[in-house]
């Protein structure tokens, strides 16, 4: 019976991180689109309106560097937010894509979403990307990369390789 159960929670969490993959693919295709790439460095700008000072030097901080090259930063974006979301959709290289998640979400919340912005008066919430990274550690503690997943077949692959030897 315990066997049962483990065997559907990890095809819970595998389905879970498929799930998570196609809104982050529908997330990518928007980055996509010519208004968000030639406006890359007004989104960070917007973010750092009415925050307190450390929120405003880190803001800055990243606006500093990606008004070098905004639409490059734009388009960098576009790829890793593709990139992820095909890695978590079809399970390859899964344990890197939770990992790269977790610090894009984590960029995206401290610097678009200013920490959240509880400090801005009239916020209701603390922002989206918070929760992405929760998601991002579910997946990785669920091990959803065990069901449904191309690392999980090259996985098993190797056992058998290994163990013909």
């Keep these: 019976m315990k066997k049962e159960l483990k065997l559907s929670e990890g095809k819970s ?8 993959g196609f809104i982050w ?6 980055k996509w689109n ?11 700008i917007d973010g750092v309106h009415g925050q307190p000072a450390f929120v405003q030097i880190w803001v ?24 992820l979301a095909l890695a978590l959709i079809f399970g390859w290289f899964t344990k890197l894509a939770i990992a790269g998640g977790i610090a894009l979400a984590f960029i995206i919340w401290s610097t678009v979403e200013g920490f959240g912005g509880p400090y801005v008066a009239g916020s209701t919430d603390i922002g989206t990307s918070i929760i992405y990274i929760i998601v991002f550690v579910a997946l990785y503690l669920g091990k959803s990369w065990q069901y449904y997943s191309i690392d999980n077949f090259f996985h098993k692959r190797r056992t058998k390789v290994i163990d013909n030897v």
């Design 13 to 20: 969490f595998a389905i879970l991180r498929i799930v998570f």
């Design 25 to 30: 693919l529908i997330n990518a295709s928007f």
């Design 34 to 44: 010519p208004t968000f790439l030639n406006n890359f460095t007004s989104y960070l």
């Design 60 to 83: 800055g901080f990243w606006i500093h560097i990606v008004s070098v090259n905004p639409h490059f930063f734009g388009i960098f974006i576009a790829i890793v937010e593709t990139a």
